[in-house]
């Protein structure tokens, strides 16, 4: 075979195996190209799915927040105001009954008033000067009173141990002395007169219970 006609053969044989070389990388080179656009494309896929995911999470929770907000706002509350002390009702036409009070100054004051109200709620409901330290219950002396009449005072329940431990401690004490947070008003005493004593000691039953300790 000439020599032209050789070396013109072998140069068409590198040539091919070089553009097949070349064809090889090429095929790599996509595969390689296709492989990592596809995990990206994953990847992507991945981070869109949390993001959808976190953004349906928060709504949820947003959602729960404005329904809580909502139900508390339609949710009704209601407070129902302590009786205050002194207060007292008004008696119905026909059921009165009469109770007097002496200051310390022997000034009297006649009041009709109902059933069941007692005299230190009376008394601080018509601005007297009966303190009641304890707000009424039975634990000082400063509501004492006097009943004027020994007959009036015998239709009275009799005091039970709390009162006449607290009447103990009372100023001016008598034998009809009675404290007016105790004497409930009913139809036998209708009449009652009672005297306000000249003074009166604020002395409670805590204050002897810090001693005994």
């Known amino acids: 075979m000439p020599l032209w006609r050789e070396a013109s053969l072998q140069l068409r044989y590198a040539a091919s195996k070089a553009a097949a070389g070349d064809r090889i990388c090429l095929a790599h080179s996509r595969r390689f ?39 508390l706002a339609r949710r009704r509350f209601s407070a129902t105001a302590g009786q205050a ?29 109902s059933e069941g109200d007692n ?4 008394a601080q409901a018509n601005d007297l000067e009966m303190e009641g330290a304890c707000g009424g219950s039975c634990a000082c002396s400063t509501c ?9 005072y015998d239709k ?30 009913n139809k036998e005493l209708d009449g009652l007169v009672v005297r306000l004593p000249s003074m009166t000691r604020n002395l409670q039953a805590s204050d002897f219970e810090d001693k005994k300790k």
């Open 144 to 152: 004492h009173v006097i009943v004027e009449d020994p007959d009036m």
């Open 156 to 185: 009275m329940p009799e005091p039970d141990d709390d009162e006449n431990d607290m009447l103990d401690l009372a100023f001016g004490l008598t034998e009809t002395s009675r404290l007016g947070c105790q004497v409930k008003m």
């Open 85 to 113: 002390h002194g207060h007292i009702t008004p008696p119905k036409p026909g059921e009165e009954i009469n109770v007097t009070f002496i200051d310390k100054d022997g000034e009297k004051y006649d009041f009709q008033v």
């Open 119 to 122: 005299l230190l709620d009376i």
């Open 33 to 71: 190209l296709s492989s990592s656009v596809t995990r990206r494309g994953v990847q992507n896929a991945g981070q869109n799915i949390s993001i959808r995911r976190s953004i349906h999470i928060w709504n949820g929770l947003r959602s729960q927040g404005q329904s809580h907000s909502a139900a």
